[in-house]
């Protein structure tokens, strides 16, 4: 028994120490939507252990994910770097520093979270909406903006160094002081 509780201390540290969370966030026009993830640690991290589910619309059932979304093999991000998650056809200035291709990105309704851990068994690290099954309408508010995640770009706050584990309330605020977030107009 406490064999077990000590391991899993012992993994959560070491999973928190690898901070590695979501930097930025745009819900663009068209297809200019993409997901940036920082690593800021001193050490590059391999994303094979890591995933990015979300939920669609509100997820089908309450506090789960609706897909499961892996990395692309061999995909890793460099201490000090991100790692760029885009849409196929996103603009060139997008595609520039896109990592990844993923169709299926948020129009400001649909819960993203970073995890460590496999399908059955992770650890939740950073999410920008939840995996409510209350749909949010149009999107989340964040920093006080009435849907910001919808027709907006998010950009972490420089003093924010982890992820929010899972409580995306507390790191979307409800004023631009109490926010881990600075909301950007679309397409910024």
């Not at 790191?171 to 977030?181: F, N, P, R």
Request: net charge negative; hydrophobic share 30%; charged share 20%.
């Amino acid at each position: 028994m406490y064999k077990k509780i000590i391991l899993s201390l012992l993994i959560n540290s070491f999973i928190f120490s690898q901070s590695i969370f979501f930097s930025e966030y745009a819900e663009g026009s068209s297809n200019n939507k993409y997901l940036e993830i920082y690593n800021n640690t001193n050490q590059t991290i391999d994303l094979s252990q890591y995933a990015f589910p979300n939920s669609n619309n509100g997820a089908t059932v309450d506090g789960e994910y609706d897909y499961w979304n892996t990395f692309d093999d061999g995909a890793s991000v460099d201490p000090g770097d991100v790692y760029v998650i885009c849409h196929g056809s996103a603009d060139d200035i997008i595609q520039a520093d896109c990592d990844q291709n993923h169709t299926y990105l948020s129009n400001g309704n649909d819960g993203f979270c970073l995890v460590f851990g496999n399908e059955g068994d992770f650890t939740t690290l950073d999410c920008i909406g939840d995996w409510s099954s209350t749909d949010p309408g149009n999107g989340w508010d964040v920093a006080g903006v009435s849907n910001g995640t919808k027709d907006h770009t998010l950009v972490r706050k420089m003093e924010v160094v982890y992820g929010n584990q899972g409580n995306w309330n507390s790191s979307a605020g409800t004023t631009s002081e109490d926010s881990e977030w600075v909301v950007l107009e679309q397409n910024d």
